[in-house]
């Protein structure tokens, strides 16, 4: 009898980081459910699998129950751009909450492991500068990104809890700002918005000054960590991310060199706590998991503009 196939779903999984995780995983020759809502996903970023024996893709909201039989849970499905996150901050907080509740059902049911997409934003506008895990953070509970800050921390509570009441397997990323081919072009983040600007031969847009600070991770490296944590013994949380801080002029500049040099930076006024750095340690990752990230900001950005201008050029 043949052995059988690791069955994983991705919840989230037409979005950017999920879809680059379902290429590493049935590039691995393993079975993949796609689950996701489409409200920033597209059918388009995993239409390369379609037909596939091994592949599935399944219209769903995670706030709604669903029963399936998978080995591993891969919990990506929430908006991650503050633009699309906070268009709806009631219907984000139910997806953090009930879906990760949701999804901790289904794992204890089948007993399938369960690793959550936490993110840096559960430092808040952090007060501890680099962040290590064991900061708790500064957030603010009623600001306008608290639906998602404060629905990441009551998902990571929740898997925590699901594991002392349970013996569910879990594992919590701490994923910092990642970017790369596939982020929409009306995504909203900053490194999607600087690269559409400068093809559209437009000013760039700095919030603030830009002097505020963000540490850059490519898509690539993320999923190597993803993967890495998925395998391994170790629960988290652990920060997943690019240690190389730059401030959002310095990102400025380094987009529009590579497109237009002759490019505007304007300031606009800085969204309500907005954090003023992040950067993380990634000492525990490295302990841990053997991996650190690989792929420099300066070198990942080509292949993102590159993806970017065949997306624009594409119409
Ligand atoms: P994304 O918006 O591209 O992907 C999110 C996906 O989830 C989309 O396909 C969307 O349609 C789907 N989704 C949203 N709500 C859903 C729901 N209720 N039911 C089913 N599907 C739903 O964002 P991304 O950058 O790919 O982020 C993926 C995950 O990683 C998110 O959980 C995010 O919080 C986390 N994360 C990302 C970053 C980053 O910089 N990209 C940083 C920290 C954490
Ligand atoms: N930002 C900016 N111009 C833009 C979009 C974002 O200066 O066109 C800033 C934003 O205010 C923040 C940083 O870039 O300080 C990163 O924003 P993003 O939305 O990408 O991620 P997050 O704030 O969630 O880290």
Known sequence: MPASLTRNLITGGAGFVGSHLVDRLMEAGEEVICLDNFFTGRKQNVARWHNHPNFELIRHDVTDPIRL????????????????????????????????????????????????????????????????ESYRGNVNTHGIRACYDEGKRVAETLCFDYQRMHGTEIRIARIFNTYGPRMLPDDGRVVSNFIVQALRAQPLTLYGDGSQTRSFCYVDDLVEGLIRLMNGEHTGPINLGNPGEFTIRQLAELVRERINPELALICEPLPQDDPLQRQPVIDLAKQQ??????ITLQQGLEPTIADFRARLAAG
């Not at 039989?69 to 990506?76: A, G």
């Not at 998991?289 to 690989?294: E, K, N, S």
Request: charged share 15%; proline share 10%; glycine share 8%.
């Open 69 to 132: 039989e998978v080995d591993r849970i891969w919990h990506l499905a929430c908006p991650a751009s503050p633009v699309h996150y906070q268009f709806n901050p009631i219907k984000t907080a139910k997806t953090s909450f009930l879906g990760t509740y949701n999804m901790l059902g289904l794992a204890r049911r089948v007993g399938a492991r369960l690793l959550l997409a936490s993110t840096s934003e559960v430092y808040g506008d952090p007060l501890v500068h680099p962040q290590p």
């Open 289 to 294: 998991l053997g991996w650190q990230p690989t």
